[in-house]
């Protein structure tokens, strides 16, 4: 059974930093493609940062510069490192894992961020 447990959300001022860990079980973490979503109340579900199997990453231009993702093979993790919070951070965020057709996503956390 797929799980992807999320922690570390919260609550922080405008500024401040945060760090997400998402730990999954039941895939093949290794030669799993990460990411961690965020979706903000009447907002669609956006991309915030993805890491390949091989370590190659990607941000969101809005994020890019404040936010880091890193993965932790041996100890199937991913983290989202989140620095220079802004209001407009505030969102849900969601760990995602896909592998060919396999898709799986956590059960997100809050950010929220005051100004």
């Known amino acids: 059974q797929v799980q992807l447990v999320e922690s570390g959300g919260g609550l922080v001022q405008a500024g401040g930093s945060l760090r997400l860990s998402c730990a999954a079980s039941?895939?093949?973490?290794?030669?799993?493609?990460m990411g961690w979503w965020r979706q903000a109340p009447g907002k669609q579900r956006e991309l915030v940062a993805t890491?390949?199997?091989?370590?190659?990453?990607v941000y969101a231009d809005s994020v890019k510069g404040r936010f880091t993702i890193s993965r932790d093979n041996a100890k199937k993790t991913v983290s989202l490192q989140m620095n220079s919070l802004k209001p407009e951070d505030t969102a849900v965020y969601y760990c995602?894992?896909?592998?060919?057709?396999?898709?799986?996503w956590g059960q997100g956390t809050q950010v929220t961020v005051s100004s």
């Open positions: 995602r894992a896909t592998r060919g057709p396999y898709d799986s």
């Open positions: 039941g895939i093949m973490f290794t030669s799993s493609a």
């Open positions: 890491t390949s199997s091989s370590g190659l990453t």
